[in-house]
């Protein structure tokens, strides 16, 4: 067993007081059945397990190895409340892909509707404070 850091120091009581009701695996997850498993693209661009789970009735979805992140649905990716729901979020579910297609066009946008605002800056600026052009460098 592993050094206790409260033994010795008259805290073992406070420290036994403390963890007695405590349960670290108090989330339910005996109650959850693994459905399927798949990799995907997590944020950091690694490829990791996205797990679907059910309870019978709903429906909840995972990042990480299944052998370290337990189901609990207070942290879950996604819930969906019917099996076709869930079945569909799966199959077409691809990770952080999916979102990545979704900034560059965010970002062709953003650049388009920025470089419009800009030039509406410059001369706005321009008209009221002159362009510069009679500065001396």
Do not use: C
Not at 30 to 35: I, M, Q, T
Not at 81 to 108: L, P, R, T, V
């Amino acid at each position: 067993m592993g050094y206790d850091i409260f033994h010795g120091f008259g805290l073992d009581k406070i420290h036994d007081s403390l963890t007695e009701n405590f349960d670290y695996k108090d989330n339910d997850s005996a109650k959850w059945r693994l459905v399927k498993t798949k990799s995907v693209m997590d944020s950091d661009g690694f490829m990791t397990e996205y797990s679907w789970y059910t309870d019978g009735e709903k429906h909840i979805f995972m990042f990480g190895d299944s052998d370290i992140y337990e189901p609990d649905e207070d942290y879950a990716d996604w819930v969906a409340e019917s099996e076709k729901e869930a079945e569909d979020w799966f199959e077409n579910y691809k990770g952080f892909d999916d979102e990545e297609d979704m900034w560059e066009d965010f970002d062709e946008e953003f650049s388009d509707d920025f470089s419009g605002n800009a030039d509406f800056m410059n001369d706005g600026f321009n008209r009221i404070y002159g362009d510069g052009s009679d500065l001396e460098d």
